[in-house]
């Protein structure tokens, strides 16, 4: 096999950047095609995603992780409230502050629509990959995960 030359390989890895961009994004929105409809923006199911990830937390907690503004946080916490999502109780420390959770609704939105990306996940890998395809996916996915720490 012919070796690549600096700017071959350089080349290559630039057009595998981009192709990967691609990629990922269309796979996300292939993945969103798969869960329940729902009216909850990007801000509102990062939101969620946040409390599922690293438990209850304050609005400014939420606010510095997202990296937004406490006060555009408060709003989109407080429609995530009044659609049964999240719920508050006062902070022990400081009844001031509100620590946020999720609530049964939410988890069961989560597991919902996780559940439904994974069984169409299952079917077309299932249906589209033959044994030695899969095996190459599960390398592929290896790989993506080294990549992602890196």
Known sequence: MKRLTAKE???????????LRVVVGQLRRRLREQAQPDDFTPSQI??????ERFGPSTVTDIA???????????????TLESAGVVGGTPDPGDGR?????LTPAAREW???????????LFRAIQTNFDAAEREQL?????LLKRLIKS
């Open 9 to 19: 390989e350089t080349a290559l890895v630039a057009a595998a950047a981009v192709d």
């Open 110 to 120: 989560i597991e919902t629509n996780r559940a439904a990306k994974e069984d169409w």
């Open 138 to 142: 599960a390398v592929g996915i290896e």
């Open 64 to 78: 510095a992780a997202e990296g937004v503004r406490p006060q555009s946080m408060g709003a989109t916490v407080a």
């Open 46 to 51: 990062a939101v969620l995603a946040h409390l």
């Open 97 to 101: 502050r509100t620590i946020l959770a």
